[in-house]
């Protein structure tokens, strides 16, 4: 009979002085249920007045919890959220968690200065000074273009005072050059009037004389025109306009003999055909020697230009 009855029992003492004697099972997050010696479970009252087998842990004294966690351990973790740990405990358990940040070797930091000092002290820096040093006599170059001003005074200057020099030209107006004005026709003087041819002796005088045989003149060379930057914009839209005849293949007799002479930054070239055209720059056909080469002239390097015939000078 005592190996049949129950094999384990504990008293309980519940904070409504109520007490319990049996065995805790069927522990849950709401709580626990008791087995009685006797046989059944064990029922407590809730607050609402209703009845129920599962007894709350909170109604279990703080001994009982700790009893309950310590015997069971799949009843610990529904237990432990409702044990009180002393201030004492939480001290040490809290200075247990407490991470030790160790220092680690870090690098010294250079001593404060300029930004120039600093690309001074480096090869890094004086390479990159370097660079920009000959991105800006490069672009007193592209100024010098821009402005019609000498190349060799403008990337002098910006050697000497960088970064400034090109600035002060690029401020400054575009320098025209003025064509030589046009020379005019001078009014042909009225040919001299044929003398009467003599009548000779014996014949009746009639009105029929024979005129003198003149050679014929040699055809007149137009005059050039000349178009400098400053009093026409280089374009697309300019060549198309003033010189559409130079763009086809085969060109009409009025504009057979007629070349254009383009003065720009790189020389002086002689163009007999525009062969391609963009918004930026243009490829014109020019002789040399036996053959013809095509070459390409940005709009913005291009001084001047000149309509001639291929006789004149």
Same mark, same amino acid.
């Given at each position: ?19 319990? @004697? ?26 609402? *007045?209703?009845?129920? /087998?599962?007894?709350?842990? !909170? ?11 310590? !015997? ?11 044990? &009180? ?14 991470? !030790? @940040? ?25 390479? #990159?000074?370097?660079?920009? =040093?000959?991105?800006? $006599?490069?672009?007193? =170059? ?6 019609? /001003? ?13 970064? #400034? *020099?090109? @600035? ?7 320098? @025209?050059?003025?064509? %030589?004005?046009?020379? !005019? ?54 060549? &198309? ?20 002479? $383009? ?13 391609? $055209?963009?918004?930026? %720059?243009?490829? $014109? /056909?020019?002789?040399? *020697?036996?053959?013809? &080469? ?6 913005? %390097? #291009? ?11």
């Amino acid at each position: 009979m005592l190996l049949a009855g129950p094999t384990r029992a504990d008293t309980f003492q519940l904070n409504d002085g109520q007490i319990l @004697v049996g065995e805790a099972v069927s522990p849950d997050e709401r709580g626990v249920r008791i087995r009685l010696a006797e046989g059944g479970y064990a029922e407590v009252k809730l607050p609402d *007045g209703s009845a129920t /087998q599962t007894v709350p842990w !909170t109604k279990f004294s703080q001994a009982d919890l700790k009893k309950i966690a310590a !015997t069971n351990p799949k009843t610990a973790a529904f237990v432990e959220p409702f044990i &009180e740990v002393p201030p004492d405990e939480k001290a040490k358990e809290k200075k247990k968690r407490e991470i !030790t @940040v160790k220092p680690v070797p870090r690098l010294e930091r250079p001593p404060a200065g300029s930004l120039l000092g600093a690309l001074f002290s480096s090869s890094v820096g004086l390479a #990159i000074l370097f660079i920009l =040093y000959l991105a800006n $006599i490069y672009a007193g =170059y592209e100024v010098a273009i821009i402005r019609a /001003q000498p190349a060799a005074l403008v990337c002098g200057l910006a050697a000497v005072v960088p970064i #400034i *020099g090109p @600035v002060i030209f690029l401020c400054l107006p575009t320098r @025209v050059k003025f064509a %030589e004005a046009e020379t !005019t026709w001078a009014s042909a003087e009225p040919p001299a009037a044929a003398a009467p041819a003599e009548q000779v002796p014996g014949q009746p005088a009639t009105g029929l004389a024979l005129a003198a045989h003149d050679e014929p003149e040699a055809p007149a060379i137009p005059l050039a025109k000349t178009f400098a930057r400053g009093e026409f914009t280089f374009n697309r839209r300019f060549f &198309e306009t003033k010189f559409p005849g130079f763009f086809g293949i085969i060109r009409r007799d009025t504009e057979r003999d007629l070349m254009l002479s $383009i003065k720009s930054a790189r020389g002086l070239h002689v163009a007999q055909r525009i062969s391609r $055209i963009a918004a930026n %720059e243009m490829h $014109i /056909q020019v002789q040399k *020697g036996l053959a013809s &080469e095509e070459i390409i002239v940005p709009f913005v %390097e #291009i001084e001047e230009i000149q309509l001639k015939h291929k006789s004149a000078p």
